[in-house]
């Protein structure tokens, strides 16, 4: 489906600042930003600066500073929101959309930070 990272690619193309973004947090390797499309009260796109794929790209290719920084980056995020169940917070749901069966739209590795409301279950059946 993605054989090869497209720089085209819109959070390509926010990382550039070709396209306007909700800015949330940035360090030197991560961008995290307001999903436009909400599915939560609290909808959080968390992308690495560099140019990886997917979950699975990033974690084998990603450079040790850059992951670092990209999940102390989420922790970060998830305490501002004052999510954290360590600290009473409501909780909140991370995923990571990836390839066809995973129906990821916009080929820019990404986690999504959910939260505000109850999520449901993880999955529906099918
Ligand atoms: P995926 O299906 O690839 O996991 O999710 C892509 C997400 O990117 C969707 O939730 C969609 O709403 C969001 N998105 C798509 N285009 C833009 C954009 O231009 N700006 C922002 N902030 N989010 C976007």
Known sequence: ?????????????????????????????????????????????????????????????????????????TGRICAELGVQPSTQGAGYRIISNAGTDGVQDVPHYHLHILAGRPLGRMLSAG
Do not use: C, W
């Open 1 to 73: 489906m993605f054989a090869t990272y497209d720089d085209q690619n819109i959070f390509a193309r926010i990382l550039r600042g070709e396209i306007p973004n909700t800015t949330v947090m940035e360090t030197d390797h991560t961008l995290a930003f307001r999903d436009i499309n909400p599915l939560a009260p609290e909808h959080v796109l968390v992308i690495p600066k560099g140019a990886y794929i997917s979950h699975d790209d990033f974690a084998l290719n990603a450079g040790e500073a850059e992951i670092v920084d990209f999940i102390r980056v």
